[in-house]
């Protein structure tokens, strides 16, 4: 009979992700049924006491112990960037499944490294790309496969935001910057839309704003190419005073545009266009062709529902644990993110230097 137990969960860092996202999600009554926060461990002692005070659960101030720890089967990994892959190696080594945070690595030989400890260790290492799983992501996939918009020949992926940031996601020394903190949440969906046997040719321009302190990358333009895909523009930038929808999708039938709570798209249907044959006359009335194009429009809302991913990946890797699934997310779906965010790097004297 499978194993329908709750997985017993360690959590490795109780800031904004640790608490505000994992937490925050273990706690939903229908991932509560399935995962319980056993132990947590944090450089802050308050921020271990409050989980304690909600959880019950053990604190350990060393992440060791937390790993030694005989009843945590998944260790949720939610500290700085730089330490993702040396927490997730660990967690591993101690005979841990392990679900870390984004970016995988800050460097592909990091990435690397990482997946040599799952492979050793036999043990499912995921990665928090929720965007795969976000209700908006997963209708943009829905509306594009319809073929209602034709051909797709070019998208653009932004989150572009005006804001003043000074915290360590602002510091190369711990793998900061919007690059490795968003941008490559809007990578890993441009890859997903790219789809899998895809390698883009790269070209990027990472840049330093004044909105931003520390002394990474606050601006971020990467194009992908591959042929025969849609040429994808991924812009993540805190000095976009007048910003883009997230989702902008041009295909040769149509287009959509919108965020995450809501998607819109037009379109016409190629069948009901009457035959036009190039003509090497000047037009008779010296139009520039006119035709009435019978437009078509839907809509899509999320409306109350919960518009982020992170219910789902939650679920769908209970199944993984419990029940055998294919795993949704797998490193070497995330390693493909992280050699664009080194080509990206490799091509910024930001990081060349
Ligand atoms: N998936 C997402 O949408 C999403 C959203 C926000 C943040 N993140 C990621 O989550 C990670 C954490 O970001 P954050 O914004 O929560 O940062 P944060 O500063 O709010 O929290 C980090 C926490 O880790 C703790 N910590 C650091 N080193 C530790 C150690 N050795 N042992 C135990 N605890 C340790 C810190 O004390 C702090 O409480 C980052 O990698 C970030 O990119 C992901």
């Known amino acids: 009979m499978a194993n329908e137990k709750p997985v017993s969960v360690g959590i490795i860092g109780l800031g904004r992700a640790g608490w505000g996202i994992h937490v925050a999600t273990i706690t939903q ?3 509560a049924k399935k995962f ?3 132990a947590v461990s944090d450089l802050i002692g308050a921020r271990m006491d409050e989980a304690k005070a909600a959880f019950g659960c053990r604190t350990y101030a060393n992440m060791d112990d937390l790993l030694a720890d005989k009843e945590v089967e998944l260790v949720v990994v939610a500290t700085f960037n730089n330490l993702h892959v040396p927490h997730s190696i660990a967690a591993l080594k101690a005979g841990k499944h392990v679900l870390c945070e984004k970016p995988m690595a800050t460097s ?26 976000e209700p908006a992501h997963c209708k943009v996939v829905e509306v594009i496969q319809s073929g209602k918009l034709g051909e ?3 998208m653009h992926l932004s989150q572009h935001m005006f804001r003043r940031r000074w915290d360590w996601q602002t510091l190369k020394q711990v793998g900061g910057g919007e690059m490795n903190n968003n941008g490559t949440h809007l990578v890993d969906e441009a890859l997903q839309f790219l789809g899998e046997d895809v390698t883009p040719k790269v070209t990027s321009d990472l840049r330093r704003t004044p909105n931003c302190a520390g002394d990474a990358d606050d601006h971020v333009k990467i194009n992908l190419m591959a042929p025969g895909k849609p040429t994808i523009d991924v812009e993540v930038s805190n000095s976009m005073a007048m910003g883009a929808p997230h989702y902008q ?9 919108g965020d995450m709570d809501k998607l819109t798209w037009r379109f016409i249907n190629p069948a009901s266009l009457d035959e036009r044959l190039p003509d090497p006359n000047p037009t008779p009335d010296r139009s520039y062709n006119r035709y009435d194009l ?7 809302s999320a409306g109350n529902a919960d518009q982020s991913g992170y219910v789902p990946l939650y679920l769908s890797l209970y199944e993984t644990l419990r029940h055998g699934a294919p795993l949704a997310i797998t490193p ?7 050699a664009v965010l080194e080509e990206c790097r490799r091509q910024s004297a930001l990081y060349s230097a």
């Open 152 to 154: 797709i020949i070019l």
């Open 294 to 300: 019978p437009w078509q429009e839907e809509s899509w």
């Open 36 to 38: 319980r926060i056993v």
């Open 249 to 257: 999708v041009f295909g040769t039938y149509g287009a959509l545009v």
């Open 29 to 31: 009554p229908v991932v």
């Open 108 to 133: 592909l030989a990091d990435a690397d490294r990482a997946i040599q400890a799952a492979k050793e260790s036999g043990k499912i290492l995921t990665y928090d790309h929720q965007m795969r799983f």
């Open 332 to 338: 070497e779906s995330v390693r493909r993110n992280i």
